[in-house]
């Protein structure tokens, strides 16, 4: 059973903090104001009666200028307004310990104990004190809000990143199971193996790489056993090279990043050709920095295939380094003559 | 030297009059001190002869000056406001078994009311040695007793003190707010506010006569001129 937190906003809790604030305001002024070591009834009327009439300074400032004047443009008038009231309600005060409380209160005997001046700085403090606590409330709560938009944000950043991931899969897993169905039928020896290095990489697909990062060479690992896949299944004609000069220690990465450039290139490149088709990778590091070069050669099936359907693989991994490596990565891919070319920098994170 | 005055017994003799308030502070103070010509002279009350003159022409500031010295009566330490005070208070005599008793007073105004405070400065014993006839005694912290003045005519003058016994019933039961000392073993009460609040009290209440003392009423009639 969850339990409802409890809300600092609410009209019962704005009381309970207003109240808070005119009892710890009185006690305070009390404790200075008594002219004995314990405060008599005189002291305590007195009191109630001069933050009474501090009240109407602080709400109508609270409630009425401050929401409507105290803005960009308006700042001048708020300070005239506010100091016109300020002055009025002051001298209210005033007149009210001086000359009216008779009318009220005959059988009490008190004068107004503070000078004009001086009320007029009760007033200013009382007042200045109130709008600094309500404008710090408004502060933690703009606060607040801002992390709660955040925290909305990444949710739904992480809600977008499993969804990318969950098209990845089927993609590949569809791809590779056509090609065992096709080595079977064929009594391919190399099946068993194939399966094998299958049974691998659906361990990493659904397994590994469910963290945000990967180690790197994990990541290597994989393309190495998907380009051996892939190879296996095609014809003859196709050719790969692989130029992998990595330091990897302690480098991470997003998992199947590149392994979707990959499958692309024998997806778009190799299937359908029957001329010479090939697929050549380049990996290197440079300190924190991956270069990824792959090229590959135009294919008879993008001519072919329906136009939604082409580069979904692609846009995925584009919004994916937009999420994940937001202003640390370059991507260039297009045609260059009859080769497809793909080229990542990208600034890996490293990790202890 | 100054400490002295403030030291004084001889006031509290001379008023007699225990259900007056004392103040630390002075009600008048320069800002607001004014005159009034018709107080001056030869004053009676039930036999007893009060003097009242303008404290410049007084012979007992001679006398004292002459024995203390003048910076006696720089009351506040400022130059002006003492000349304010010596030219504009007034020095109230009387003589009680044989004693004289002298008072200093300052008056003034606010609203439709003339107030003012009495301030004991000596008794003049001739009994006392002849080198300082002004029998200074340092028992008794002296203060300013307040008082209303009325006159009904150029020939009466009303002082209507401040009921100490309405002051202090009415602090005791929380109904008042007046900054004050009491000492409960001896039944002493002073007031202790400032000569501002002072001031603000009695332009509030100066028109309640529930604030002053029936029984300490005072009114003098002007001495005829041929006695």
Known sequence: MSRNPINFNGPLSRILQHLAFWVLAYFIFLHIFKTSQQAEQIDHIYTLLFHLTLLPSVYLNLEWLLPRFAKKGTWILYALLLTLLIIILSWINYQFFQNWSTMLLPDYFFISYFTFTEVVFFFIVYTALATLIKLSKSWFSVNELERRLLQTEKEKVQIELKALRAQINPHFFFNTLNSIYSMALEKDDRLPTTVLQLSDLMRYFLYESRGELVPLEKEIIVLKDFISLQKLRSHQTLETSTDIQVNSDGLKIAPLLLITFVENAFKHGAKGNTGKTYVHLSLKTESDTLNFRLENNLGAADATMETDQKGVGLENVKRRLELLYPGKYKLETGEQGNSFVVQLYLQMQQHV | ?227
């Open chain 2, 1 to 227: 030297m100054k400490k002295i005055f403030l030291m004084l017994l001889s006031g509290i003799a001379m008023i007699s009059m225990t259900s007056c308030v004392t103040s630390l502070e002075r009600l008048v103070t320069p800002d607001k001190i004014t005159t009034d010509p018709r107080i001056t002279g030869n004053w009676l009350n039930d036999g007893e002869e009060f003097k009242i003159v303008p404290m410049q022409q007084s012979e007992l500031v001679k006398d004292l000056t002459r024995f203390l010295g003048k910076s006696t009566f720089m009351t506040t330490g400022d130059d002006e406001k003492d000349s304010i005070f010596l030219s504009k208070t007034y020095i109230v005599s009387y003589e009680r078994n044989d004693v004289q008793y002298h008072m200093i007073a300052g008056l003034m105004k606010t609203g439709n009311n003339v107030f003012l405070d009495l301030f004991p400065v000596a008794m003049n014993d001739p009994k006392a040695s002849e080198s300082n006839p002004y029998g200074f005694n340092n028992d008794y912290l002296s203060g300013y007793t307040i008082a209303k003045l009325e006159m009904k005519s150029n020939s009466s003058l009303t002082l209507k003190f401040i009921d100490a016994s309405f002051i202090t019933e009415n602090i005791k039961n929380g109904k008042m707010r007046v900054k004050h000392e009491m000492n409960e073993l001896f039944g002493t009460f002073m007031i202790t506010a400032s000569s501002t609040d002072l001031q603000k009290f009695v332009q509030k209440y100066g028109n309640d006569e529930r604030i002053f003392s029936k029984e300490s009423s005072v009114t003098l009639t002007r001495k005829p001129t041929h006695l």
